[in-house]
């Protein structure tokens, strides 16, 4: 009866779509990663596992992109869980008005392209004619004047800013409604009981927002896997090697022609996230009868 | 008294503003820059523009080829948006109306797809395989695959709080289950669908990834991929650059205010209660 009112093929559309363009590809990825293919020849040939060796080799750079995938994920997980907490808390009951003006604001970068994001970026952080240095100079703090995106040591961190900037107040936003869960009572009575505002932040806010705050790590996670346009834009992947990031790493592959290898890099991050992802999405989907 | 029971106002307004200015700081550099001419705009200053040069939107339309880019971005992120959340949603309502043990095993796996990365070198060999490399169809396929399982995940959730008992009276009113879902479930499936929808919308209108893998011809190029390539060519004139981003983002501007009680609420309804 159900299988007639709810009928399985209303699935198909979706179901197929997803299959051929995301699922498919990434299996056959990880058949094509033992091969030699490549722009070059139509000839595609079994090498074992060659490809894996290269990456995983310490004389090429992929161990260094993948270390550099880490550490900006790493680091933009960290900046923007604890400034977008910051901006919730601020936003959810600290100011009395505008709040949703606030809100609005903080909140458009997120729908701002990264492409554009890292031109007008890329302009601020001109060493020479940039606003951040020009504004540096003009207080008297040319002590504090960088290269932002050209000194090798400090590239990074400038692109884990800029990506800050942006995708901040996407996780402002879920903290917001993380925190608005939380029933009014418990602030009350913690009040009654005397608690301090920073010891209701650490007994009541901080343990019942642990789901929101799973839900922001695991997203911003899965994005800093994957960047490439803030980086692409930005700086290239330089100076150097110094930026570059999987996704970087893969697109130049792609314009080498150079297939098996990049398709084995692919396949590292694919089957990585998708067993990670695997064991989130279990966790996040509770069985129900 | 008064004072002091204020000040913790004052601080936090004053906090929330300092984070305001941060945004807009690179908001308002775009926009008086795009005003001004080459010479004055080459730092990118925060200055008044001497004189409104307006005409630079027009040259920036003409010599960027916007109007095409801007058609092909609408056409992309429209028909992509729509298609993918119809399927999503008719998907999400099944798997979420009948648990079957497989059908849970359906939204998961649909739902894993969230966490995988396209292997873009697979990716082309499929799309040679459908004939659909370089092809508009085809960047409107891959967009609507790439969105479906967030859709799912968003729309699923909201399913359950239709009741059940609509369903029941409309079968017994003798509604096929096409009817019943487009004409009974779908309108009051509405916050989700548009929060998945505006969510994909402005996903797809932003993305430059797939373009620059997947179209190689420029007539084909969305508007970010046209505004990279713009700066390319004009990087002195920042004056141009900046029209042509103005241009780029008004779109999602438009969409994002208009729709931003949707956005900052709904969102993540579905996200965190889980």
């Known amino acids: 009866m159900k299988n007639k009112i709810y009928p399985f093929y209303f699935t198909f559309g979706a179901l197929i779509l997803y299959l051929l363009f995301v699922v498919l590809p990434g299996f056959m990825g990880i058949a094509y990663s033992f091969t030699d293919w490549n722009s070059y020849s139509t000839k595609v040939n079994f090498v074992g596992l060659d490809n894996f060796r290269t990456i995983f080799s310490s004389e090429e750079n992929y161990l260094d992109y993948i270390r550099h995938t880490l550490f900006f994920t790493v680091n933009t997980i960290i900046l923007k869980t604890l400034i977008g907490l910051f901006l919730a808390v601020l936003l959810n009951h600290g100011v009395r008005r505008l709040t949703h003006l606030y809100r609005v604001i903080i909140y458009l970068p997120v729908v701002l392209p990264t492409i554009v994001v890292g031109l007008v970026f890329k302009s601020i952080l001109n060493p020479r004619t940039g606003l951040l240095n020009e504004f540096f100079r003009s207080v008297g703090l040319d002590s504090l004047t960088r290269k932002w995106l050209v000194d090798p040591d400090i590239a990074m961190l400038s692109v884990i800013g800029v990506d800050t900037w942006k995708g901040v107040g996407y996780i402002m936003v879920i903290l917001i409604a993380g925190l608005q869960t939380i029933p009014k009572e418990y602030y009350e009575a913690a009040e009654i009981d005397g608690a301090s505002p920073f010891g209701r932040f650490r007994h009541i806010t901080l343990p019942l927002l642990v789901p929101a705050l799973t839900v922001v790590t695991i997203l911003n996670l899965f994005y800093g896997l994957r960047v490439f346009d803030i980086i692409y834009v930005l700086t290239g992947g330089g100076p150097g090697y110094r930026t570059d990031v999987v996704f970087t790493a893969v697109f130049d592959e792609f314009s080498k022609g150079r297939y098996g290898v990049g398709t084995a890099l692919s396949s590292v991050l694919f089957i990585f996230m998708t067993v990670f992802g695997f064991f989130i999405v279990r966790k996040l989907t509770p069985a129900e009868a | ?274």
């Open chain 2, 1 to 274: 008294m008064m004072l002091t029971k204020n000040l913790p106002q004052v601080r936090n307004n004053m906090l929330a503003m300092f984070f305001c200015f941060l945004v807009i700081v690179p908001v308002y550099l775009v926009i008086v820059n795009s005003l001004k001419d080459s010479a004055q705009a080459r730092t990118m200053s925060p200055a008044l523009p001497e004189k409104l040069h307006t005409k630079n939107f027009s040259t920036v339309i003409e010599r960027g080829k916007l109007t095409q880019s801007f058609v092909n971005s609408m056409l992309y992120a429209t028909s992509a948006t729509i298609i993918s959340t119809i399927l999503a949603a008719m998907a999400a309502y099944v798997l979420s109306r009948n648990k079957t043990r497989f059908n849970r095993f359906v939204y998961f796996f649909i739902v894993l797809g969230i966490a995988m990365p396209l292997n873009f070198f697979t990716l082309t060999k499929v799309m040679q395989m459908t004939h659909l490399i370089n092809t508009q169809l085809g960047i409107i396929i891959l967009y609507t695959a790439t969105q479906i399982p967030l859709s799912v995940f968003l729309i699923y959730g909201f399913v359950d709080a239709i009741p059940r008992e609509l369903d029941e009276a409309a079968i017994v009113d003798g509604c096929g289950p096409f009817r019943l879902f487009f004409s009974v479930i779908f309108p009051l499936l509405t916050p989700a669908v548009v929060t998945a929808g505006v969510l994909n919308f402005v996903g797809i209108w932003n993305d430059f990834l797939l373009p620059l893998y997947y179209l190689n011809d420029s007539t084909k190029w969305p508007m970010t991929l046209a505004v990279y390539n713009f700066f390319g060519q004009f990087r002195q004139d920042w004056n141009l650059v900046s029209a042509d981003i103005l241009l780029t983002v008004a779109p999602v501007l438009v969409i994002y205010l208009l729709g931003q009680r949707f956005i900052l609420s709904g969102l993540t309804s579905g996200a965190v209660k889980g």
